[in-house]
């Protein structure tokens, strides 16, 4: 059974930083582009950052450029996502999922069109971060 966990949300101080863990069970992250998204409420799900299988390019946001790290461990079927420098708008229900093979193109404009959650093949069922004094 193909499964997405996510793991390490909670609530931070602004500036603050948090790690996010996708660990997938089974199948093999291997040959799967791994993306963040997140969903605040009344908004619509968008695209955080994404990481590819095969040659490990990714893709940040323009809002969390400079701040958000991505990073796979293929070896723990494991993407990570490190948060630094958060701020109140990085409040959401964070969502790791599964793509075969690249990142989706669309990733960039997924939520202006309300269709993030049909570009990847699995999806997590999220974790929450908060930021906030």
């Known amino acids: 059974q193909v499964q997405l966990v996510e793991s390490g949300g909670g609530l931070v101080q602004p500036g603050g930083s948090l790690r996010l863990s996708c660990a997938a069970s089974g199948f093999t992250l291997d040959y799967y582009a791994i993306g963040w998204f997140r969903q605040a409420p009344g908004k619509e799900r968008e695209g955080v950052s994404c990481i590819s299988s095969s040659d490990g390019s990714t893709y940040y946001a323009d809002s969390v450029k400079g701040r958000f790290t991505i990073s796979r461990d293929n070896a723990k079927n494991t993407v990570y996502l490190q948060m630094n420098s958060l701020k109140p708008e990085d409040t959401a229900v964070y969502y790791c999922?599964?793509?075969?093979?690249?990142?989706?193109?669309?990733?960039?404009?997924?939520?202006?069109?309300?269709?993030?959650?049909?570009?990847?093949?699995?999806w997590g069922k999220g974790t929450l971060v908060t930021v906030s004094s």
């Open positions: 999922a599964a793509e075969f093979g690249e990142c989706p193109t669309l990733i960039p404009i997924c939520a202006v069109q309300a269709m993030c959650v049909t570009i990847m093949d699995y």
